[in-house]
């Protein structure tokens, strides 16, 4: 009896804890939502995707309790006749007008807020190139003259070749990881300037909150400011179609503390000096100066 | 007045004339039926069945991005051929399935519906209905030309769209020619309303079918025009030394988002605009009960029409267009949910205190009443441009837009089939096969669909043929409500064949409370609509508002 038993208890606590936070963590089953982010105007975007939400959902409840109500209450089946003199109502019809109005001025007042506070990108600490190539991203930090490509890791992208063979769960951070990440200061103001070389790429973070078009001819400002005490890394992807590596051009942002920050902006300025040694870097792969766009193309053309 | 009082029933002496009449046309036989066709009806068929054909070789498409979006890694496919397939999936879909059954839901519905004998310029219905499978031959063709098919997206967006190969005149071609179809179809619409309209059939007395379809038209008129201005300018900056949109040259690649867009939303209301109209003729049918504010509907349809010229660049919220007009468009793009809203509730007060019976054509409007609005909630969400900023270009979009297309418009579509269909087959479907289809379409579009929403807003791009390891579960979710869903839609050939072949004779009225004049001829409907004008006092029982 117990042996017939135990396996199913065996499986029912697998279940539960399949369905336990911890667990949804590593599953996709939980991946339901926006995150919340790690900036200010990330969490403000969050608020308002939930308050709008909200808003739905109240409206939903009320129309749809109104057409289901309909539905079981006057059926035809039921003999019900149908009162064919309810074909106008200026009042009903005035107020469900006047009511929806309201409620979007209520959602477009907080909207409007926050756009602006995304336009402001007055006063940067810190101000970054970013231009997008197919298929990777370029990093320029213009203060300090630091510069850098970033494109798919050589772990994803033999995985993400046709029929490789590898199992994508065994990758770490499948598509999601770069060969070198964008490295920013937690707590400080980061101006981006977004282009492109060739066609329209799209810089995406989730966590932080911006989504920015990187567009060959312009260039595009967006900003964000990580939490202070929010140090970590986070991942993003180009969200507009590039052409075949669309997927394969991942973004990762290292957020590290002002300290580590200037230590590691200083040891890549020592290692990108002209005749500096070339195992010193972290940016520039195989040692050598970073990549013109011809080779990045041809790198990325074996993909 | 006796002669014009057509009973319903198929026995009457005004039918017993128009048949009499209909066997002395010269109606030809054979394929020169079909080519050499100018009859609305032979015309209306024609589009129907192209339609239902896009819509399968469309939804193999589909199958093909599900199957690979099955699960993370490339299994089947390569990553160029994806993005064809998403391209040619939409552009098949769009301009081959929904638009084309639109005109021929126009072309069988328009003359019956306002007391006209056919179309007005039915010569040029020909040409209209004929420039398509010429056009769709050459799309599908580039499936097999050096480079692949197109696969910049059904949006085109320069400068990716100038890298395809050898299908980028033929694509750019054959969307001239749909374009120019689409044009002539709706100068059709336009004239025929505007001139073919029995004596009594006032502008507020047309069925809302004939009204959403009239604005429509308009839409038409003065959107393609503009999507054809925007590919012929892809096409010399390719081939001719221009440089529109390439900005080495001083062009503009925002230029094309504008141009492209200015023409892209007020589409995709040309799209759902005639879904109203279906709609607002099946729910008061089956509620029993005239629909609750007609006159309003035509006002917020007209207004939706307006308003769609002014919201195109909520699309392009994150190219990084100014503070101002990211404000003006997203306001503009709210406004819409107010007549959009007006139109919710009149449908719902029309069954408030009706007699609901759920016939398949009921089922599948009542489909779209309660899809629609959750397609309209998300995009009021997108509307906010704040929150565009992680919503756009993910999969929080895709499910929008296919929460509106295809239970919106496309369950408007197959509605507007089980509703007429007796009416013009004389023939009566197997009403519990159809409400099969409904059930499964229902079930098996929000498996689909439904997950899309969660993918989005956990990140996961729309446009990609690979993803990271957490969006696994839901596409899988997602995969296997797309196989059951496109299976499921197979029931639909079968239903209609099975109908024309073996189904029972169909009454005039077909529904007990069907209003309106193609209601008052006999089933099926006689080969030239209305011989005779109808009196006026028919007229005014099929308005019955």
């Given at each position: 009896m117990v042996q017939k038993i135990a396996p199913k208890l065996a499986a029912l606590t697998a279940l539960l804890v399949s369905l336990s936070p911890a667990a949804r963590a590593q599953s996709?089953?939980?991946?339901?939502n926006m995150p919340r982010g790690v900036t200010m105007i990330s969490q403000k975007i969050y608020d308002l995707h939930m308050l709008c939400f909200w808003v739905c959902v109240a409206i939903g409840i009320v129309v749809f309790g109104v057409m289901i109500y309909s539905m079981v209450v006057f059926r035809h089946s039921k003999g019900v006749v149908a009162?064919?003199?309810?074909?106008?109502?200026t009042r009903i019809e005035v107020i469900w007008t006047i009511i929806p109005v309201c409620i979007l001025i209520g959602v477009a007042v907080p909207a409007a807020r926050t756009l602006i506070q995304i336009s402001?990108?007055?006063?940067?600490?810190l101000t970054i190139k970013v231009i997008g190539y197919q298929w990777g991203w370029q990093y320029q930090y213009l203060e300090s003259g630091v510069s850098f490509f970033s494109k798919l890791d050589a772990r994803s992208n033999a995985a993400s070749q046709?029929?490789?063979?590898?199992?994508?769960?065994?990758?770490?951070?499948y598509l999601r990881d770069v060969d070198h990440p964008l490295v920013v200061p937690v707590g400080t103001k980061i101006l981006l300037l977004i282009t492109a070389d060739d066609v329209i790429h799209s810089w995406w973070v989730p966590d932080l909150g911006v989504k920015m078009d990187a567009i060959p001819g312009y260039i595009n400002e967006a900003w964000f400011a990580v939490d202070a005490d929010k140090a970590g890394v986070y991942r993003g992807q180009c969200?507009?179609?590039?052409?075949?590596g669309h997927a394969f051009m991942p973004i990762v942002v290292d957020a590290r503390s002002k300290a580590d920050f200037n230590a590691w902006l200083d040891s890549e300025e020592a290692a990108q000096?002209?005749?500096?040694?070339?195992?010193?870097?972290?940016?520039?792969p195989a040692g050598a100066a970073p990549p013109t766009p011809a080779q990045l193309a041809e790198a990325s053309a074996v993909r | 007045m006796a002669e014009h009082t057509?009973?319903?029933?198929?026995?009457?002496p005004a039918h017993a004339v128009h048949a009499v009449h209909d066997e002395h046309d010269h109606r030809p036989h054979g394929w020169r039926r079909w080519v050499y066709a100018t009859n609305h009806k032979d015309i209306g068929t024609m589009y129907l069945v192209f339609a239902g054909l896009m819509f399968l070789i469309g939804g193999s498409f589909a199958m093909v991005i599900r199957a690979e979006l099955?699960?993370?890694?490339?299994?089947?496919?390569d990553p160029q051929f994806f993005n064809s397939m998403t391209t040619m999936h939409a552009l098949f879909m769009i301009f081959g399935a929904v638009m084309p059954a639109w005109t021929g839901l126009a072309n069988w519905l328009i003359p019956m519906q306002i007391g006209a004998?056919?179309?007005?310029l039915p010569r040029l219905n020909n040409l209209s209905f004929w420039i398509l499978p010429f056009a769709f031959t050459l799309l599908f063709s580039?499936?097999?030309?050096?480079?692949?098919?197109?696969?910049?997206?059904?949006?085109?967006?320069?400068p990716l769209m100038?890298?395809?190969?050898?299908a980028f005149p033929m694509t750019i071609f054959a969307i001239h020619m749909m374009g120019a179809s689409s044009i002539l179809g709706a100068i059709n619409v336009i004239v025929t309303i505007m001139n073919m309209r029995?004596?009594?059939?006032?502008l507020l007395r047309m069925p809302l079918f004939v009204w959403t379809w009239f604005i429509t038209a308009f839409l038409l008129i003065a959107a393609m025009p503009v999507l054809a201005g925007a590919v012929t300018m892809l096409l010399t900056d390719h081939y001719?030394?221009?440089?529109?949109?390439?900005a080495t040259g001083g062009?503009?690649?925002i230029m094309f988002q504008h141009i492209f867009w200015f023409f892209g939303h007020p589409e995709v209301y040309i799209l759902i605009l005639p879904a109203f109209g279906v709609v607002s003729e099946i729910i008061p049918t089956f509620s029993r009960k005239?629909?609750?504010g007609y006159e309003t509907m035509v006002y917020a349809t007209a207004s939706i029409g307006f308003l769609s010229f002014i919201v195109w660049a909520h699309h392009m919220?994150?190219?990084?267009?100014?503070l101002a007009g990211q404000l003006f468009f997203m306001l503009s793009t709210m406004l819409i949910a107010v007549p959009t809203g007006v139109k919710v509730f009149n449908w719902t007060a029309t069954m408030y205190k009706g007699s609901l019976s759920f016939e398949p054509p009921m089922l599948f409007a009542l489909g779209f009443l309660f899809m629609f609005t959750i397609g309209g909630f998300s995009g009021l969400m997108l509307a906010l441009v704040p929150a565009d900023y992680e919503y756009h270009g993910t999969y929080f979009v895709v499910a929008h837009f296919h929460y509106v297309l295809v239970p919106g418009a496309i369950f408007a579509i197959i509605g507007a089939v089980y509703y007429w269909l007796p009416k013009w087959s004389g023939k009566m479907y197997d009403m519990r096969l159809a409400t099969w289809h409904f059930w499964l379409s229902t079930v098996f579009v929000n498996v689909l669909f439904f997950p899309q929403h969660f993918l989005g807003l956990a990140g996961m791009p729309r446009r990609i043929p690979d993803y990271a390891v957490q969006f696994t579960d839901w596409n899988m979710v997602s995969s296997i409500g797309g196989f059951a869903f496109g299976l499921s839609q197979l029931l639909f050939p079968y239903i209609v064949l099975k109908c024309l072949r073996s189904g029972e004779p169909a009454t005039g009225?077909?529904?007990?409370s069907a209003h309106g004049?193609?209601?008052?001829?006999?089933?099926?409907?006689?080969?030239?609509?209305?011989g005779e004008p109808p009196s006026e006092a028919l007229i005014a029982r099929g308005a019955a508002h």
């Open positions: 996709g089953w939980g991946e339901i009162d064919t003199t309810l074909v106008h109502n402001d990108t007055r006063n940067p600490e046709l029929d490789s063979g590898i199992d994508p769960n065994t990758v770490p951070n969200t507009e179609l590039c052409g075949r000096k002209p005749g500096a040694p070339a195992q010193a870097t972290t940016a520039a | 057509h009973a319903p029933a198929a026995t009457s099955f699960e993370p890694g490339m299994q089947l496919v004998p056919d179309m007005a580039t499936l097999f030309v050096p480079g692949g098919a197109p696969a910049g997206g059904w949006t085109l967006y320069a100038v890298q395809t190969g050898d029995a004596k009594g059939m006032g001719f030394g221009t440089t529109f949109f390439t062009g503009d690649p005239p629909l609750f919220f994150v190219t990084g267009i100014p009225r077909v529904w007990e004049l193609e209601w008052e001829l006999p089933s099926p409907a006689p080969y030239h609509s209305w």
